[in-house]
Structures are given as structure tokens and as C-alpha cells.
């Protein structure tokens, strides 16, 4: 049974950093594409950043230039450094995995496998 599991999630003053990780287990993940996506409060869940198996990486322009995602095959892991947090980046953040898609791809319905979700609140 494959199984995502995120964890480093919490509460964070604006500016401040957070590090999410994201533990696949079940198969490995190596050859496709993971992502993250995050879901705010009464709206729908929004691509934030990707990473294909070559290493090539994609982001939505709101969070460009400030969260770096970076994946270790080794260890079947996926990480989502995350600097100078701004409260509108404040939502539940997924980890999905791709079955099919190799490069880091943005669209929610080419991802298979989804993580149960980890809480970031940034304050102002």
C-alpha cells in the first residue's frame, strides 16, 4: 500500500521559514514527478511547486523565489524549504506523488497519490 506522509508543519511569524517533508513508502517514486499543492480555507486546492525525476523543478509564481522543493531518491523523500512565509501562504499543504507524469508537472489530476495534509499558519 503506497502511503505519503508529511510532517514539519505548524505555526511561523511572516518572514519566518518552515521546512516540509514529505515520506513516500509502498513504491518508489524515483522515475516520476512529485509535487505539493495547498488548500486555504474555503477555497481550492492550488498548485505550489514540483519536481520531476530528472531534478527539473516548476512553481507557482506566488511562491517563485521563495520556496525551494528538492527530492531525495534515495531515501524516497520529497522536501519543501519554505523562507520568508507571507499569512496568505497559511493552508493545508499536500504531497502528491505521479505514477505516470515524469516532469514536474502542475496539474492536480496527473498526480495518484496524495498525503494526508500538514497545517501551515503564518502570522502577521
Known amino acids: 500500500q503506497v502511503q505519503l506522509v508529511e510532517s514539519g508543519g505548524g505555526l511561523v511569524q511572516a518572514g519566518g521559514s518552515l521546512r516540509l517533508s514529505c515520506a513516500a513508502s509502498?513504491?518508489?517514486?524515483?522515475?516520476?514527478?512529485m509535487g505539493w499543492f495547498r488548500q486555504a480555507p474555503g477555497k481550492e486546492r492550488d498548485f505550489v511547486a514540483a519536481i520531476g525525476w530528472s531534478g527539473n523543478t516548476n512553481y507557482a509564481s506566488s511562491v517563485k523565489g521563495r520556496f525551494t522543493i528538492s527530492r531525495d531518491n534515495a531515501k524516497n523523500t520529497m522536501s519543501l524549504q519554505m523562507n520568508s512565509l507571507k499569512p496568505e501562504d497559511t493552508a493545508v499543504y499536500y504531497c502528491?506523488?505521479?505514477?505516470?507524469?515524469?516532469?514536474?508537472?502542475?496539474?492536480?489530476?496527473?498526480?495518484?497519490?496524495w498525503g494526508q495534509g500538514t497545517q501551515v499558519t503564518v502570522s502577521s
Open positions: 502528491a506523488a505521479s505514477s505516470r507524469a515524469i516532469s514536474a508537472n502542475y496539474v492536480s489530476n496527473q498526480y495518484d497519490y
Open positions: 509502498g513504491r518508489t517514486f524515483s522515475n516520476h514527478a
